[in-house]
């Protein structure tokens, strides 16, 4: 493919690689998906000065730019590691930068093609690709495409290829006015009016602290061939660094030539497709040959990256003939065979080894069982053969070149079953989830275990699996609300030839109690002699201790047990009460888990009594002869509970008549209506603050 230049002071044509067109799509001017165009900045700390790239991600735009020219800002962010707040201001106006006149552009176009390219694409007539005998479908491809976007395209490219000629092209610039322990932020602009284009700005961050070296190119590699090497390296790695590459050979490892005359790029790289590793093939005069390999990148500011490792091989011819597998026989050892192959006599020449390799299924994956087989021989013997085998040979050549048979199926008779799995162990968590697990069979040919679950002991057991599994556990869950509490598990061993175990010896698990006993009931009730006798019918639950409990109501206490018991119990007496007080019972049933019962439904008992209150602590009294008078004298139990005291009295054969109704604070009486030769009863009762009579105490007196 050639390019036309139609320039006023130099014609040249250059002769471009199929990728100069397509580059830009790898370039780093990548639009994201917007409605406005923007310009991409990026920069590059130097030592001693800063480099600064940009491009307007759009060719409308860039042609515009590229007329009217930028602005650029320079501030301050930080001093010393301090951020300036607010940034400062390095120049008092804007730097205006645009392409310097087309009669500037002589020199550097005589000396470098790329510059040649940005002089075409800014000022040229016309913008031509040519194609010829060789290359016309790309010219016809290109020849499409707008003329404008052809500028575009390779003069973005020819501008990451040299940048002093992007700098000419006002597209980069260099800031030598810079210092250490500064950092900067650079804001670029189009001066294209608003009512022509709207163009958003970019701005960097960047300062020579920040210097660092360009990095080696990493993970060279060559794939050697049939008088060819494909080389590849690392891509996306460094794919922000180096926007193009170049390739060297040597013959004797110390004088090194490049391979391309423009710079390679990625042309696999695309947004929805992003691209590891870097290719190119390199043909070579001869194989048996040793040639070594290294390569640098190229910035977008058109520095040349460090070397990369050098590489070195040599090229072999491609191996013609490919091994078969023709048969095998059975030798009188259990899982051996001797396996027979062919493979021209001609074609050792060509060939290091065999391998040979094998997999339990046709798919793979294989597994390398012999790895140097001499190229003479023609048959080996296998003493590990499984139940399948899917057998491979492979003729090994120069630099690691494979031809492979057809895998070939030996399978040995077997007809013996394995051992039932031994140790089962197993849990059921409070949730249902069983835990089956056992010990691995010691058999080479166990394909894997089913397992199998029955309810109740005597029914007939229920696979749970549908197809062997390899693992030594199993998970299972469980319904715990069910009448059975337990559950019951065996498994079978399985072989490759699909002979089947007896069943293993039965694991019984009982699952977790979460089903709390049923509550128990009162059945009857009873106040006698001042206590409470108590009746119910207990818990369901088979040894389940019943809790019963009580509170005073009156009194407004807490909740207490008062009795407890775990056997066939279902009465009792509860003598701790107190007269005309009321109390509420409930009782409930606790398994051997600590699960209890919903309480039963209370019951609330008031116990009353018709038999006074003792509150007279003592009654006495005399006959005072001397002064005709009867002294009594009493005590109270509690003074503070009595609100009177009514004395009654009665001579001898008549019937008692009230006497005397007292303070409570009154505790002596004198009475002077008496008669000599006379008996008198005395009777006295205090009435309490609540209404309630006291016991009735009596004395009597001789007068």
Request: glycine share 4%; charged share 25%.
């Amino acid at each position: 493919m050639y390019l036309s230049l139609t320039y006023p002071y130099k014609k040249t044509v250059l002769t471009l690689l199929a990728l100069l067109f397509v580059s830009i799509t790898q370039a780093q001017y990548n639009p994201t998906v917007s409605d406005t165009a923007a310009v991409q900045l990026h920069a590059r700390a130097q030592q001693d000065k800063i480099l600064l790239r940009w491009a307007v991600d759009r060719p409308l735009e860039w042609q515009r730019a590229n007329t009217y020219g930028f602005y650029l800002d320079k501030y301050v962010f930080k001093r010393n590691g301090v951020r300036v707040d607010p940034l400062e201001k390095v120049n008092p106006a804007p730097i205006f930068i645009k392409a310097d006149p087309v009669a500037e552009w002589q020199q550097i176009v005589g000396e470098n093609d790329y510059a040649a390219i940005i002089a075409q694409a800014l000022y040229g007539e016309g913008f031509e690709v040519e194609g010829t005998q060789n290359q016309g479908q790309l010219a016809e491809i290109v020849n499409t495409v707008q003329e404008i976007e052809q500028r575009f395209s390779f003069g973005l490219y020819a501008a990451d290829m040299n940048f002093k000629a992007a700098v000419k092209a006002g597209w980069g610039y260099v800031d030598y006015e810079v210092k250490s322990g500064e950092e900067y932020v650079y804001q670029i602009k189009t001066a294209i009016p608003p009512e022509v284009a709207i163009v958003k700005s970019a701005s960097v961050l960047a300062g020579i602290d920040e210097y660092e070296e360009l990095p080696k190119p990493m993970g060279l590699h060559g794939v050697w061939g049939d008088k060819n090497v494909m080389l590849t390296w690392e891509y996306a790695l460094f794919k922000t660094v180096y926007t193009s590459y170049n390739v060297e050979r040597s013959e004797d490892g110390t004088n090194f030539k490049e391979l391309s005359p423009t710079p390679i790029v990625n042309l696999n790289d695309k947004p929805n497709a992003p691209a590891k590793r870097m290719y190119y093939v390199d043909t070579l005069a001869q194989n048996h040959k040793k040639y070594y390999y290294r390569v640098y990148g190229i910035s977008p500011f058109g520095e040349k990256g460090p070397y990369s490792e050098v590489i070195s091989g040599e090229a072999s011819p491609t191996l013609v003939f490919t091994p078969k597998i023709a048969n095998f026989e059975w030798t009188d050892n259990e899982n051996e065979a001797l396996i027979q192959w062919e493979y021209p006599k001609e074609g050792e020449a060509l060939i290091k080894k065999f391998t040979m390799t094998r997999a339990d299924k046709d798919e793979g994956p294989y597994e390398l069982i012999f790895d140097s087989i001499p190229k003479h021989k023609r048959e080996i013997v296998y003493s590990e053969l499984n139940p399948s085998n899917y057998i491979k040979i492979q003729a090994v050549g120069e630099n690691n070149q494979i031809k492979e048979s057809f895998s070939t199926l030996i399978q040995p008779v077997d007809s013996i079953p394995p051992s039932p799995p031994i140790e089962l162990k197993g849990t059921i968590d409070s949730l249902g989830v069983v835990t089956v697990s056992w010990q691995a069979n010691t058999e080479k040919d166990i394909l894997g275990y089913r397992v199998f679950r029955k309810n109740i002991e005597k029914e007939e057991p229920v696979q749970l699996t549908v197809t062997p599994i390899e693992t030594m556990n199993f998970k299972d869950t469980v319904q715990l609300k069910s009448l059975n509490g337990k559950v019951y598990y065996n498994i079978i061993a399985v072989d490759k030839r699909y002979n089947q175990s007896g069943f293993s010896e039965t694991l019984m698990l009982e699952k977790p109690d979460v089903v709390p006993p049923s509550s128990p009931i009162f059945t009857d009730y009873k106040v006698v002699d001042g206590t409470v006798q108590l009746q119910w019918e207990p818990s369901t639950e088979e040894r389940a201790t019943h809790n019963l409990y009580k509170k005073n109501i009156s009194d407004d206490t807490a909740w207490e047990v008062v009795y407890s018991t775990n056997d066939t119990v279902k009465r009792y007496t509860d003598k701790a009460v107190a007269r005309n007080k009321t109390y509420r019972y409930a009782i409930m049933a606790t398994d051997k888990n600590g699960l209890e019962s919903e309480p039963s439904t209370p019951i609330t008992v008031t116990v009353t009594s018709i038999e006074p209150k003792a509150s007279i602590k003592s009654l006495s009294g005399y006959a005072d002869r001397e002064n005709h008078v009867i002294e009594l004298h009493w005590k109270l139990q509690n003074e503070e509970t009595v609100a009177e005291v009514t004395i009654y009295k009665n001579a001898s054969g008549q019937p008692p008549v009230t006497f005397k109704v007292l303070p409570a604070k009154i505790t002596e009486l004198k009475d002077k209506n008496i008669n000599p030769n006379n008996t008198y009863s005395y009777h006295i009762r205090a009435t309490l603050k609540t209404g309630e009579l006291s016991q009735l105490e009596t004395v009597d007196i001789k007068y």
